[in-house]
């Protein structure tokens, strides 16, 4: 399980390393690792780590799914537009493992996207021989 602390109301963490930690310690050679956020609230992508671009992905986010545009659940706890924002990216992640390593592209990073943050998350890794 890896803890991310968040410090923004929508903020994408970078937890490759993390991810990568938790896979070296395992000794499985082939398999595949989940990375899965347990919030409602949170998606988990996979993308490259630059920091125009995590703009740009925040940015397209709050067109697509502007805050307070009439939404239902509004009526409850004023956070629609999270949990829409996070059924778009998708709340896990599949990384193959290759020879002992996490089998990422050159410019592929493990990212954690808060979507109603400031607040501490969990996301679970699995790491699955195969
Ligand atoms: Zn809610």
């Known amino acids: 399980m890896i803890e991310v602390r968040t410090s923004k109301r ?3 963490v970078d937890i490759t390393d993390k991810v990568r930690e938790i896979v070296e310690k395992h000794d499985v050679t082939d398999g595949i690792t989940v990375i899965y956020t347990k919030h ?7 993308n490259e780590n630059e920091s125009g671009l995590k703009e740009d992905i925040i940015n397209i986010l ?3 799914v502007p805050v307070n545009a009439g939404y239902m659940h509004d009526r ?10 996070a ?9 193959p493992i290759t020879n002992g390593r996490l089998d990422l592209g050159t410019w592929q ?10 607040r ?6 699995k790491v699955i021989p195969c």
């Open 87 to 95: 059924i778009l990216l998708g709340n896990s992640v599949v990384v």
């Open 109 to 118: 990073r493990i990212m954690f996207v808060e979507l109603d943050g400031p």
């Open 62 to 64: 709050e067109k697509l």
């Open 76 to 85: 409850i706890d004023n956070n629609a537009d999270s949990h829409l924002r």
């Open 10 to 12: 929508v903020e994408i």
């Open 40 to 46: 409602t609230t949170t998606a988990v992508i996979i």
């Open 120 to 125: 501490t998350r969990k996301v679970v890794v």
